[in-house]
């Protein structure tokens, strides 16, 4: 590829890793699944070597990690504070039609209010149902943490492999 054509390709590809890498703490859009899209497209497009899939591997790990501890993190806490199998299936159900109905930010209090209706009609206990959500909520926290740290790891990554391509060393 030629100097032009490359650099627009970089910016471009950056500049939709940046996006995803912002949108991270919110859980609204997959991005640490579109940082490895983006990533598999750039080595797709600029050929394989040894760096290529080594960071490729690397950010699949980072990728398939980073969108189970979601669901561990928040469904775990929840789960950890006596929640039902039943009331995480709600939440999940909450959150798709919330984000159907109010996106893109409708998935999140689609969730909680989803799993909060679910613990009170099966438990009858107003108490036991704001601790299932609050504890789901601690999870989001973590969650989103852990997702900026990660979609944070690959975004070096990826500019670090543009980078050592620059310099002519891959």
Same mark, same amino acid.
């Given at each position: 590829?030629?100097?032009?054509? !490359? ?9 939709i890793?940046i ?6 703490? /919110?859980?609204? =859009? ?6 490895? #899209?983006? +990533? ?11 760096a290529? =899939?080594a =960071?490729l591997?690397?950010?699949?790990? @980072?990728?398939?990690l980073t969108? %189970?501890?979601?669901?561990f @993190?928040m469904? #775990?806490?929840?789960k &950890?504070?006596? *929640?039902?199998?039943?009331? @995480? &299936?709600? %939440?999940?159900? #909450?959150a !798709?039609?919330?984000?159907?109905? @109010?996106?893109? /930010? ?8 989803? !799993?909060?209706v ?9 108490d ?6 609050? %504890? $789901? $909520?601690t999870?989001?926290?973590? *969650?989103?943490? +852990?997702?900026?740290?990660a979609?944070?790891? $690959?975004?070096?990554?990826? %500019?670090?492999? =543009?980078?050592?391509? !620059?310099?002519?060393?891959?």
């Amino acid at each position: 590829m030629d100097n032009i054509p !490359l650099f627009i390709f970089q910016v471009f590809c950056s500049a939709i890793i940046i996006g995803a890498w912002l949108t991270l703490p /919110l859980m609204i =859009i997959p991005g640490a699944t579109i940082i490895w #899209g983006v +990533t598999v497209l750039y080595v797709v497009v600029t050929g394989f070597n040894e760096a290529s =899939i080594a =960071i490729l591997i690397f950010q699949t790990i @980072l990728m398939f990690l980073t969108n %189970a501890l979601d669901n561990f @993190l928040m469904g #775990g806490a929840a789960k &950890a504070q006596g *929640a039902s199998w039943w009331s @995480l &299936a709600a %939440a999940v159900l #909450g959150a !798709l039609i919330g984000s159907a109905v @109010l996106p893109p /930010l409708g998935g999140i209090p689609g969730g909680f209010l989803a !799993l909060f209706v679910a613990e009170l009609v099966q438990k009858g206990d107003l108490d036991h149902a704001w601790k299932s959500v609050k %504890a $789901m $909520m601690t999870g989001f926290g973590w *969650a989103s943490v +852990t997702r900026l740290v990660a979609g944070s790891i $690959m975004l070096f990554w990826f %500019a670090a492999y =543009i980078f050592i391509q !620059l310099r002519g060393w891959v």
